[in-house]
């Protein structure tokens, strides 16, 4: 299983230019530059590989914040905090 630490690691290798001053669990699309429809999407994509996942369309829909993300991957199993 994987943590926030890891989870933080992948954000920051999707949005290297990424600063943010709220804290991590609290960001959501929209709330940096970076993390557009585009950004969220190779969010998702870099998560679904780095976690060796894949989310449904109906799920795909729902993540649009680090909260979501962690609910969607502790209901997987693969997310602990």
Do not use: C, H
């Not at 989870?7 to 230019?17: D, M």
């Not at 699309?29 to 998560?47: A, K, M, V």
């Not at 976690?51 to 449904?56: A, C, L, N, T, V």
């Amino acid at each position: 299983t994987m943590n926030q630490n890891q989870l933080l690691i992948i954000f920051k290798e999707v949005f290297p230019t990424a600063t943010f001053t709220v804290a991590f669990n609290k960001l959501e699309l929209n709330s940096i530059p970076e993390w557009d429809s585009i950004g969220n999407l190779n969010l998702i994509l870099r998560i679904e590989e780095a976690f060796d996942i894949r989310f449904s369309s109906a799920e795909l829909s729902e993540l649009k914040s680090i909260k979501q993300i962690e609910q969607a991957l502790k209901d997987k199993d693969v997310y602990e905090d």
